[in-house]
Nanobody, 121 residues
Framework: VQLQAYGGGLVQAGDSLKLSCTASGRTFSSSAMGWFRQAPGKEREFVAAMNWNANTYYADSVKDRFTISRDKAKFAVYLQMDNMKPEDTAVYYC????????????????WGQGTLVTVSS
């Protein structure tokens, strides 16, 4: 499975941004898709994930501000980020796996290249 993420950029605190990721290749192995992020000097952390049955997991830090969605026909996953904060600044990675996991970077088999999101105060 190859994952291509895009949509990162520079925004101000309180703004919104939407990330997109499309899967290609062995897409049957991407029943679950989601996002992780890694801020400078910090460990990679789980953001959100969703499977084809619309079951979702969110990190507590984004639960009321970010929304994950999927487009089955396009093998795509999206992350709508609203009311963004400077602490959301990170490289965001698209992930996929056969199963839906509530976190745990080691659980997700496929990773995209990352897209940088910077939130200025």
């Amino acid at each position: 499975v190859q994952l291509q993420a895009y949509g990162g950029g520079l925004v101000q605190a309180g703004d919104s941004l939407k990330l997109s990721c499309t899967a290609s290749g062995r897409t049957f192995s991407s029943s679950a898709m989601g996002w992780f992020r890694q801020a400078p000097g910090k460990e990679r952390e789980f953001v959100a994930a969703m499977n084809w049955n619309a079951n979702t997991y969110y990190a507590d830090s984004v639960k009321d501000r970010f929304t994950i969605s999927r487009d089955k026909a396009k093998f795509a996953v999206y992350l709508q980020m609203d009311n963004m904060k400077p602490e959301d600044t990170a490289v965001y990675y698209c992930v996929a796996d056969r199963y839906l996991w509530n976190g745990g970077a080691e659980n997700y088999e496929y990773w995209g290249q990352g897209t940088l999101v910077t939130v200025s105060s």
